[in-house]
């Protein structure tokens, strides 16, 4: 039976002091396929009237937590999560960052047709492996989240349903994949995000093991258990959150969800789960407008379109620091979409590279002051500059020794 990683690395500790350095950041390029865009401001038009806010809290009833399913589906849940590989021990060499070649979404050309930079996973990697931050062989390759997998939150109805290439072509917003056959919809487009799903979920085990884990890939926040929307065909951070339940008897999680848009798929699954804490700050100007959604949120924080960086950082302090005296994790989820940025026709707001350093760097901070276990989704932002923005922020996270980009082995032999 392989031992277990790193024993009793259970924190942030073995981490280097806090140093003062700052991260350079690439000037931000234009974005040219706006057709995505023009959707969502169509539905933006449709749904008007939303109310900028500033923090507030929304109480759970959590009366009925547990009448609303069965002891036989917990049951079943429970023993699917126990028998899953997708939680298993990687090996000394490696650090707590995860990525396979498999994100990578690229086929007959379609991923052209769409808004997105479908390769940014890959290419954050190759720029950290650039800059020397990262050395390949240490990369975590994590499995694909099989259908017994996917079973623990979804349902067998909704699985099914991604097997008809129309509903898919909606999900990811190309509509050209509807004529295409569903096996070659299924290899191409939903295996990546499958490889990406068991990312997510076998990060929360490392970063219990070293503290932090960053996965390269995940964040689908708009899917939750019965429905995919905006890019995300799979709820992993609901299924990261049960497996930790499990596997890491774990009973408080936190969601930070920084990206642009509101998280309302993991909201909808833990709408009335008290073990689940949500701090969201999102525009409510966006896509997707799922008002039932937001009152699951704990701490909703509004960021108008064309919000600056200055006021950004300085609602997120206002934010983490509410967060910080209303729940006590064993967990933080941070879902640390880079739409945020200036330039992103998709998020509207105007943080600099510089500030999405300055928030990740925030969010790592919050966690390790507090000794919690932190996990980082990249989720949505998708220009071209993105994935750079996102390697010098990791690249910052490291100089700031929040992140250590060196294996454990490595340090324990010398
Ligand atoms: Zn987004």
Redesign the pocket.
Known sequence: MPQPRHGTYTTWQFLAPIQNNSAASPPIKSFANLHLLHLLQSINNAFSGTTMGTPSSTNRDSSNATTSESGGVESERRNRILSSKLYFDVHASKVPLIYSSSYDIAFLGIEKMHPFDSSKWGRICRFLIAEGLLDKKHIVEPLEAKKEDLLVVHSESYLDSLKSSSIVSTIVEVPPVAVLPNCLVDKHVLYPFRKQVGGTILAAKLAKEQGWAINVGGGF?HCSAEKGG?FCAYADITLCIYFAFVRLNISRVMIIDL???QGNGHEKDFSDDRRVYILDMYNPDIYPFDYEARRYINQKVEVASGTTTSEYLSRLDGALKVAAGAFDPELIIYNA?T?VLDGDP??RLKISPNGIAARDEKVFMFARERDIPLVMLT???YMKSSAKVIADSITNLAKKSLISMESVQDITIT
Do not use: E, K, P
Request: glycine fraction near 42%.
């Open positions: 926040h905006g990206d642009a848009h979409g739409d998709l998020g989720s949505g932002g």
